[in-house]
């Protein structure tokens, strides 16, 4: 008959026990730290936002406050903030302002820089004085005679081509007289700038004719007297080609033009003081002229009558 001794089993499950527990609570520490791994891992897109955010930060070199936070805090009170540089985009030509091709003119919008030649308002010239005998008081500008012969001759040079024709011109010699004159004339080369020949009669209010040369400053007038602008047309004027002349303005003439089927037609000077239609377009119509410190005057009603100042109702403004 077999003994079975039950006391030396006993201790071995006791050691079997003790080993085990140590070994589940290991391989259940090992599936929690594989789970927290897991589920912390499975967020790749934050991990990549983070990196990229430091990325940026280290390549430029700026600390890790927001970029924006600081471009903001250096604006004015009253500025907007500063778009990020990704929204930032050049804006069209569409949304651009557009500059209008041509601004509309008034009738007087034209300036004087632009209409004057070489004679200008409120400009002293200098020169010298010298005296012509005057005649009937006509000239170079076929104003035709008068009996007013305070009247002059413009140099060459400052004659222009008939700009100077009509001008009114301020006179003072450095004795203190004055005297004011009317351009009727042209004085020929070797005439020199600034020098003004002016009528024995005008020239006898300054000095003595002995005198012959006298040093002057002389300024553009724009006289108070006057009466009304008279329009002429040259003899020989017709439908098919005409010369047109003003008389009597105020003011030195920059343009005269007419009437024509397609709009105002600019007619050329020339330097006996006519404006010609070679051509005849526009003669016997409507007649514009400008002065120039810009004002524009329509005359109507001039017939086609050569050789006769027929007379209007206007005049140009004092200046």
Known sequence: MRTTNHGAAQPLRKQRRAIGIPLALLAVG?????????????????????????TAASASGSPTAA????????????????????GTRTPSTKSRPRTPSSTPRTESAESTGSLTGRIRPAVRYRGVATAYEAGDGNGACLYGPSDDLMVAAMNHTDYESAKACGAYVLVRAANGASIKVRIVNECPLPCAPGQIDLSQQAFAKLADLSVGRLPITWTLQSPAE????????????????????????????????????????????????????????????????????GE????????????????????LARH
């Open 67 to 86: 970029p924006d936070a600081t471009i903001a805090s250096a604006q004015p009170p009253d500025a907007s903030p500063l778009p990020s540089p990704r």
């Open 226 to 293: 006057s009466g009304t602008i008279s329009i002429r047309y040259k003899d020989g004027s017709s439908q098919y080609w005409c010369g047109i002349q003003a008389i009597g303005h105020r003011n030195p003439l920059a343009a005269l033009e007419v009437r024509t089927a397609n709009g105002w037609r600019k007619l050329p000077r020339t330097d006996y003081n006519y404006f010609l239609a070679a051509d005849g377009n526009g003669c016997g119509r409507k007649i514009r002229i400008t002065d120039i410190y």
């Open 30 to 54: 090992v599936v929690a730290c594989l789970v927290t791994v897991l589920l912390t891992g499975g967020s790749t897109d934050a991990w990549r936002t983070t990196d990229g955010s430091v």
């Open 296 to 315: 524009r005057l329509t005359i109507r009603g001039i017939a086609l009558k050569p050789g006769v100042a027929q007379p209007t109702p206007v005049q």
